[in-house]
């Protein structure tokens, strides 16, 4: 069965807005190898996030932090513990329905921006909705948008290689957010930018946390963290301090 198959659970689309936690880790647990070649990348993780946080998880390469944000986005599951995204959990779900997970209520962005090179701007961004069943009409729709709304309404037919690393990357971006996902998850989505650009990527990032939406970072840079609200820091796997504030960072000793 394709994606493009896949049905859209409506029970799964919407979210409980009774909760108002979006991201709860209960005693997670990740894994590699066996025996006396087990490696531990999460310790018995609890964290909860709440909706509409701007959130970063920064720490020492090796830390675990990718390895949260996969577990985070229903990329990969844990070995132990539960995870509950907007209070269905989803460490116990087939794969066939975490992949409606993915598609309905997350997006993400990637230090690799991950397009497609033959196809154009508008062309990438609408990829996620023709895996949802969404119309083409529909689709063109949104997607204009989406690229409007990261400052590229005028460049819908250009090919990744006539942009930017920068305007790559909000190609990227508009990618993530053309679905209307209630999370955003970010991995060194600036490591590939220049400082000027990261200043416009992280200005987008903060309208979309104003917008309502939930903005979770990977970043080893302490300057991304500084435009979140709360720092998350990791070490050996397991989160040392979950509520530093950016201004905090400074005594963080790694």
Known sequence: MTAESLPLNKDLAQPDNSNHTIIQLEEIGKFYGRDHTRVTALDNISLTIEKGEYCTIMGASGS??????????????????????????????????????????????????????????????????????????????????????????????????????????????????????????????????????????????EGLHQAGI???????ESEVARHSERVIWFRDGRVVHPYLSPEQLHSVVD
Not at 71 to 98: E, T
Not at 104 to 125: D, R
Not at 131 to 149: D, F, I, M, N, T
């Open 64 to 205: 675990g932090k990718s390895t949260l944000m996969n577990v985070m986005g229903c990329l990969d599951r844990p070995n132990s513990g539960r995870y509950y995204l907007d209070s269905l959990d989803v460490s116990r779900l087939p794969d066939r329905d975490l992949a409606v997970v993915r598609n309905q209520k997350i997006g993400f962005v990637f230090q690799q921006f991950h397009l497609l090179p033959q196809m154009t701007a508008l062309e990438n961004v609408v990829l996620p909705m023709i895996y949802g069943g969404v119309s083409p009409q529909e689709r063109r729709s949104r997607g204009l948008e989406a690229l409007e709304k990261v400052g590229l309404g005028n460049r819908v037919n250009n090919k990744p290689n006539q942009l930017s690393g920068g305007q790559q990357q909000r190609v990227a971006i508009a990618r993530a957010i053309v679905n209307n996902p209630m999370l955003l998850l970010a991995d060194e989505p600036t490591g590939a930018l220049d400082s000027q650009t990261t200043d416009e990527v992280l200005a987008i990032f």
């Open 214 to 220: 939930t903005v979770v970072v990977v970043t080893h």
